[in-house]
């Protein structure tokens, strides 16, 4: 019996998931950035009571965190774990993404898979080959879970991440976070964090629409000598075709 009360926390917390508004309220939340209850409504395309309600609700299940200002509500996810937790049941979902309605939304779609945020940490293909080639280099170890190597502390160093911080902080130095479009793990946890500002610190990367990422002609150069990956290797997918008009 202990067994079944167990997880029922679990399954309750799948329950706050399993509702299309509050998953797509937590997905548009990844950006790391804080939404109004309003913006949120408009996102997931209900009346602002409807959002409200179930805002509460992502608040009370400690999958959203709340701060008021004035008479704006403002949202955000909770953690790091949290992202994690929302990216990786991405991941899971059966891969059939709908069709592009439109060149605009195509071209987002295409720029999003190449490169993005993920909460505090860079996803897409860019965040995997990042991670696989930090592997390959031997800055990450995989033997006994996952770990930043002597050599992998001296390449962040190397770079202007503040590696004294990263060894204080209650965070976990590296984590894997399965990745939505790619299917492979992305690094996460506090260097994935540290390295996403860093690049933007260098003008490495650029924001792009929403989530997205763009990386500079700059970065292309610098991130491939760094990783020691060749640049066509992290140049991005060409532009999608126009629509023909058939079906």
Do not use: K, N
Not at 138 to 157: E, F, I, K, V
Not at 183 to 194: K, M, S
């Amino acid at each position: 019996m202990s067994g079944v009360t167990e997880g029922r926390p679990m399954a309750e917390l799948a329950a706050l998931l399993a509702d299309g508004t509050r998953a797509d309220i937590c997905v548009a939340l990844l950006d790391g950035r804080a939404w109004t209850a309003g913006e949120l409504a408009r996102r997931a395309g209900v009346a602002p009571s409807t959002a409200s309600d179930h805002l509460t609700r992502l608040v009370r299940g400690g999958l959203l965190v709340e701060e008021r200002q004035g008479r704006h509500r403002y949202l955000r996810l909770a953690g790091p774990s949290v992202a994690q937790l929302i990216e990786a049941l991405a991941g899971h979902t059966p891969a059939a993404p709908r069709p592009a309605t439109s060149l605009r939304a195509a071209t987002t779609a295409t720029a999003m898979a190449y490169a993005r945020t993920c909460y505090d940490h860079l996803a897409g293909r860019l965040g995997v080959l990042m991670y696989d080639a930090l592997l390959a280099g031997g800055r990450l170890d995989r033997t006994s879970g996952l770990t930043l190597t002597p050599d992998g502390w001296a390449w962040a160093a190397g770079l202007g991440v503040p590696v004294d911080v990263l060894r204080a902080a209650r965070r976990p130095v590296v984590r894997d976070c399965l990745d939505w479009t790619e299917r492979r793990p992305h690094l996460a946890g506090g260097l994935g964090a540290a390295l996403c500002r860093r690049f933007a610190e260098l003008g490495w990367t650029t924001p792009g629409a929403g989530r997205a990422v763009r990386l500079t002609s700059v970065g292309r150069t610098a991130l491939a000598e760094t990783l020691d990956v060749s640049e066509e290797a992290l140049a991005p997918a060409g532009p999608p075709p126009q629509a023909s008009g058939r079906a």
